[in-house]
Nanobody, 115 residues
Framework: QVQLVESGGGLVQPGGSLKLSCAVS????????MGWFRQAPGKQREFVAA???????RYADSVKGRFIISRDNAKNMVYLQINNLRPEDTAVYYC?????????WGQGTQVTVSS
C-alpha cells in the first residue's frame, strides 16, 4: 500500500521559515518525479515545486527563490524548505508524484503565515 505522510507545518510569522517533510512508503521516490502542491482556503490545489533528481527541479513562479525542494532517496523522503514566508503562502501542503496521482494524496500539513 502506497502512503505519503506530510509533516513539518505550523504557524509562522511573515519572513519566517519551515521545512516540510514527506515520508513515502510503498513507492520508490527515486523512480518518480516528486512534487509539492498546496491548497489555500477557497482555492484550487496548485503546483509548488517538483524534482526528478536534486539537480532537475522546477518551481511555481510565486515561490522561486524562496522554496527549495529536495529528496533523500536512501530514506525515501521528499522535503520542501520554505523561506521568507508570506501570508499568501498560507495553505495545506501536500506531496505527490508529478504529475499527481489521485490515489497518492495524503492529509497534507497546514502552513499558516500570520503575525
Amino acid at each position: 500500500q502506497v502512503q505519503l505522510v506530510e509533516s513539518g507545518g505550523g504557524l509562522v510569522q511573515p519572513g519566517g521559515s519551515l521545512k516540510l517533510s514527506c515520508a513515502v512508503s510503498g513507492l520508490t521516490v527515486s523512480t518518480y518525479m516528486m512534487g509539492w502542491f498546496r491548497q489555500a482556503p477557497g482555492k484550487q490545489r496548485e503546483f509548488v515545486a517538483a524534482t526528478h533528481r536534486n539537480t532537475d527541479t522546477r518551481y511555481a513562479d510565486s515561490v522561486k527563490g524562496r522554496f527549495i525542494i529536495s529528496r533523500d532517496n536512501a530514506k525515501n523522503m521528499v522535503y520542501l524548505q520554505i523561506n521568507n514566508l508570506r501570508p499568501e503562502d498560507t495553505a495545506v501542503y501536500y506531496c505527490n508524484a508529478e504529475p499527481p496521482r489521485y490515489e497518492l494524496w495524503g492529509q497534507g500539513t497546514q502552513v499558516t503565515v500570520s503575525s
